[in-house]
């Protein structure tokens, strides 16, 4: 008796996850930063990295579909020598803790704003939350863990959406903004930084164990497929040493149905992350711009309180709150998908979100601006942009790797693309932060 097959709808989820990457506090301050101090100058730089991520999180999903593996697994196999995989991983794994800092003083600040909670225990808080949250996902599965996310990720487009209905932008504004220019060197930077903010190196890694976890776990297959699953007629490559992952791919017949579902969940996660980075954006493009002190989260909160009232302002912390909370989860997430794909070693759950959480906390108690401390995790996150998307558009355009499903040429041309110009602002991002260009220039 064969199984029922699951409704398309069912299929959708870990883009939904994933996408909370693209909604998560460095993202906030990106965002309403730039709205803040140049109008709508910026809206297409929001459009465009929208555009891009979809390309490079679909590229992702795809891999986890088609090979069973994630990107970090894919790596470890190919990375013979161990020293090599032992410095990818370093890279990788200080990109994940950047993440995680930005994403914890997210949660603190909120908590701050909200409740008056001192910003370490705050810090605190949101590492707890996450560390149920991954526990959820460890004895309940992907599905279960994947509700949650999206519930908070409903929370999140509501409370920063709202504040763009009760005072709307201007449409002319909002046209205009659609034109590509700059205003002086600090448009430049906000432009690289909200682009760094929105194509993040472990989204990239999550989204493709979100799908292998989420697919495997939907296979009706009763033989064991080999681990690349590649699908056409030459030998299934064997892997120079044993991954601890067991899951295998969905059986072929089921992967045309299932990269469909992906290009439908991709779809739907980056509209709505999309729509609420847009909305944050021309939120503070129409009632912030000029004000002075919003160049920072309290500030902004501010702002917002005494411009709008206090229901927009606490929608906001709220959404704030549930972005923190929601990406620290998926980025420890990430990273021990990093920890067991390159090093094959699997730490204690608790034991890995201890030693993660413990520069946030240390940042937060030392006193550090938390907005500054936000900016400088998105200059430590450039540097780790090209290790997770080169070699997945490298891998995703490989026969042994993905058989029939490899790129086509213009897919390729397009991730190849994407690669080249992000890693080009974000070394702007990082020549003007370093070089300390001066404001406005």
Not at 246 to 257: E, G, H
Not at 305 to 314: D, I, K, M, N, R
Not at 376 to 395: H, K, Y
Request: zero cysteines; a positive charge.
């Amino acid at each position: 008796m064969t199984a029922r097959r699951p409704r398309a709808a069912w299929l959708l989820g870990p883009a939904l996850v994933a996408g909370v990457a693209y909604l998560d506090p460095g993202n906030v301050a990106s965002n309403m930063t730039a709205g803040a101090r140049f109008g709508y100058l910026l809206v297409w730089v929001v459009v465009l990295g929208n555009t891009m991520a979809w390309l490079i999180q679909y590229l992702s999903a795809k891999l986890g579909v088609v090979t069973g593996r994630s990107l970090a697994e894919t790596l470890g196999e190919r990375l013979h020598r161990p020293w090599a995989r032992r410095a990818y991983w370093l890279q990788a794994e200080l990109v994940a803790m950047a993440t995680d800092i930005a994403e914890v003083i997210g949660g603190a600040v909120a908590l701050w704003l909200l409740f008056g909670v001192p910003l370490p225990v705050g810090g605190l808080v949101t590492g707890a939350v996450s560390l149920a949250l991954l526990l959820v996902q460890q004895r309940r599965g992907a599905r279960s863990f994947e509700f949650i996310v999206i519930a908070l990720l409903a929370i999140i487009a509501f409370g920063f959406a709202y504040g763009v209905f009760v005072a709307p932008p201007d449409p002319a504004g909002v046209i205009g903004g659609l034109v590509p220019r700059f205003e002086g060197a600090e448009s430049v930077l906000l432009a690289a930084s909200i682009l760094g903010a929105t194509i993040m190196p472990h989204a990239i890694y999550a989204h493709s164990a979100l799908a292998r976890d989420r697919f495997a776990d939907a296979s009706t297959t009763s033989t064991p497929h080999p681990p690349t699953a590649t699908t056409d007629k030459t030998t299934p490559h064997t892997p120079t040493a044993p991954t601890p992952n067991t899951a295998t791919p969905p059986d072929p017949a089921r992967i045309p149905r299932l990269l469909r579902a992906t290009r439908w969940d991709v779809t739907i996660a980056l509209a709505i992350a999309g729509t609420v980075n847009l909305a944050i954006l021309l939120l503070a493009a129409a009632n912030l711009a000029g004000v002075p002190g919003t160049d920072s989260l309290e500030g902004a909160y501010a702002a917002l309180q005494s411009g709008l009232g206090a229901v927009v302002a606490t929608l906001f912390a709220v959404g704030l709150l549930a972005s923190g909370l929601a990406s620290t989860a998926v980025g420890a997430y990430a990273g021990a998908e990093i920890m067991q794909g390159l090093l094959r070693v699997r730490v204690p759950l608790i034991a890995r979100r201890l030693v993660t959480l413990a520069p946030a906390i240390a940042i937060l108690a030392a006193g550090v601006d938390p907005t500054a401390a936000l900016v400088l995790s998105q200059v430590v996150l450039s540097f780790g942009i090209p290790f997770a998307l080169v070699p997945l558009v490298a891998l995703t355009a490989r026969t042994d790797v993905l058989g029939r499903y490899r790129n086509r040429w213009w897919t390729t041309l397009g991730g190849v693309a994407s690669a080249v110009f992000l890693i080009a602002l974000n070394g702007m991002l990082l020549w003007l932060v370093l070089g300390g260009a001066p404001p406005g220039g």
